[in-house]
């Protein structure tokens, strides 16, 4: 069975810094004993697609910026573990972060039975940026 990968998903308030991004993955990520090599793409709302922070991330970690249409984010709500009141009632979806990491997995994924993508834990907050990460299948193992 092929291993799994690592979906970051990114939210943010208008005009985050990177700064902020860049903290919050790796606090994510630190929390989550993952590494940065894991990470195949970063995930978020296609309404947060021109957010400066989230594409300055992108750029300077060489991981793409997948922005994802909400009706995609909505189907995982079920699985989210973090509920945002304010985004549910904006976005319809618990938490930006969460349902984009999720969604990314999905997307991704081996579709092999088992292999249903989970979050690795909470979303995690700094600042005005939050972060989730979720695999798909087994969690690959990074490089030296």
Do not use: W
Not at 46 to 64: C, I, M, Q, T, Y
Not at 107 to 112: D, E, I, Q, T, V
Not at 123 to 144: K, N, V
């Amino acid at each position: 069975m092929a291993a799994g990968l690592i979906a970051a998903g990114l939210g943010c308030r208008a005009g985050c810094p990177v700064e902020q991004v860049l903290a919050v993955l790796e606090q994510a990520l630190g929390a989550a004993g993952c590494r940065l090599q894991q990470v195949r793409a970063l995930y978020t709302a296609d309404f947060k697609h021109s957010e400066v922070g989230l594409l300055r991330a992108a750029e300077l970690l060489n991981k793409p910026l997948i922005a994802l249409p909400v009706a995609d984010l909505q189907a995982q709500s079920a699985q989210a573990l973090s509920c945002s009141a304010h985004t549910l009632e904006r976005f319809g979806v618990p938490s930006v972060a969460e349902t984009a990491a999720l969604a990314g997995a999905s997307l991704a994924g081996s579709n092999a039975p088992g292999d249903r993508p989970r979050l690795l834990g909470p979303r995690r907050t700094s600042g005005s940026a939050t972060c989730a990460l979720a695999s798909s299948g087994r969690i690959a193992e990074p490089g030296p």
